[in-house]
Nanobody, 121 residues
């Protein structure tokens, strides 16, 4: 059973930075593509970024140049470095284990419980 536990969320002012972490267990990085999704109140859950085992990444257009995904395979930990945060980045952020190298929810097999990020103006 795959378990994903996020941490690192919080409140920050616009222009600030946060780093989210996702500790994974019950799988190896070779089995899944790891990614981040987010869901703002009243909106659908959307893909933020995803990484493959070789370190290649895909990002949503809205976060390109500001967010960076990385993973430490030895620690089975996924990270999301978020810089230049904006109020519209406010959302619950979810770690995800996907069977496809795509930012699509339907390919996600496992979700974390989420961590809240709030950006004030």
């Amino acid at each position: 059973q795959v378990q994903l536990v996020e941490s690192g969320g919080g409140s920050v002012q616009a222009g600030g930075s946060l780093r989210l972490s996702c500790a994974a267990s019950g799988y190896t990085y070779r089995n899944y593509y790891m990614g981040w999704f987010r869901q703002a109140p009243g909106k659908e859950r959307e893909g933020v970024g995803i990484i493959d085992s070789g370190g290649s990444t895909i990002y949503a257009d809205s976060v390109k140049g500001r967010f960076t995904i990385s993973q430490d395979n030895a620690k089975n930990t996924l990270y999301l470095q978020m810089n230049s945060l904006r109020p519209d980045d406010t959302a619950m952020y979810y770690c995800a284990a996907s069977v496809a190298y795509l930012l699509t929810r339907r390919h996600v097999h496992y979700w974390g419980q989420g961590t809240q990020v709030t950006v004030s103006s």
